[in-house]
T-cell receptor, first 113, second 118 residues
Framework: QKEVEQNSGPLSVPEGAIASLNCTYSDRVSQSFFWYRQYSGKSPELIMSIYSNGDKEDGRFTAQLNKASQYVSLLIRDSQPSDSATYLCAVNMDQEYGNKLVFGAGTILRVKS | DARVTQTPRDKVTEMGQEVTMRCQPILGHNTVFWYRQTMMQGLELLAYFRNRAPLDDSGMPKDRFSAEMPDATLATLKIQPSEPRDSAVYFC????????????????FGPGTRLTVL
């Protein structure tokens, strides 16, 4: 079982819709969670981080965390064609040293205009 | 505008040659990471440093790869000798880790070095 799992997609949504991206992780002691957006040929860009159960909102993005279920998600409201990218879920699994992230394989999102 | 910088952005070399990639972390960050990304394996952590000291290089092929931080503003990743299977995009990332601080410990990526070994 992979440590961080994501559906590879592609996830296709119409412009203006809500895109829902999901991620599960295996390590119960993980404390912090991150969503990165990666455009083709570019580097990963941090868009959301969360460490408390519940929701965290930033503009059109909402991160949701449920530690009991080992599940983190990213909602993108009012999706735009410019949101089309690969979204990487990352989990901090090294509490002793901190910062060590394990990345999922990513979900490809396509927003159709 | 604080950002991680990497050089070179593209490198094409022949098998057996030495390759050196360089990274300048964001000023003030005390942790530097080297990642490799391929279509097959995704994003893999190769090594990372805190306060210039290596913390973990278990993801790195030891026989040909080496990573160093000569000073706080420069991290290097060397491959000698290079092989075609090393072709990938190599990313450097940096962050600030404070044991008693925020648990978030965010990391920020550089633009990457695209390596092609013929």
């Amino acid at each position: 079982q992979k440590e961080v799992e994501q559906n590879s997609g592609p996830l296709s949504v119409p412009e203006g819709a809500i895109a829902s991206l999901n991620c599960t992780y295996s390590d119960r002691v993980s404390q912090s969670f991150f969503w990165y957006r990666q455009y083709s040929g570019k580097s990963p860009e941090l868009i959301m981080s969360i460490y408390s159960n519940g929701d965290k909102e930033d503009g059109r993005f909402t991160a949701q965390l449920n530690k009991a279920s080992q599940y983190v998600s990213l909602l993108i409201r009012d999706s735009q064609p410019s949101d089309s990218a690969t979204y990487l879920c990352a989990v901090n699994m090294d509490q002793e040293y901190g910062n060590k992230l394990v990345f999922g394989a990513g979900t490809i999102l396509r927003v159709k205009s | 505008d604080a950002r991680v910088t990497q050089t070179p952005r593209d490198k094409v070399t022949e098998m057996g040659q030495e390759v050196t990639m360089r990274c300048q972390p964001i000023l003030g960050h005390n942790t530097v990471f080297w990642y490799r990304q391929t279509m097959m394996q995704g994003l893999e952590l190769l090594a990372y440093f805190r306060n210039r000291a290596p913390l973990d290089d278990s993801g790195m092929p030891k026989d040909r790869f080496s990573a160093e931080m000569p000073d706080a503003t420069l991290a290097t990743l060397k491959i000698q000798p290079s092989e075609p299977r090393d072709s990938a995009v190599y990313f450097c990332a940096s962050g600030f880790f404070a044991p008693s601080g925020s648990p978030l410990n965010e990391q920020f990526f550089g633009p990457g070095t695209r390596l092609t070994v013929l």
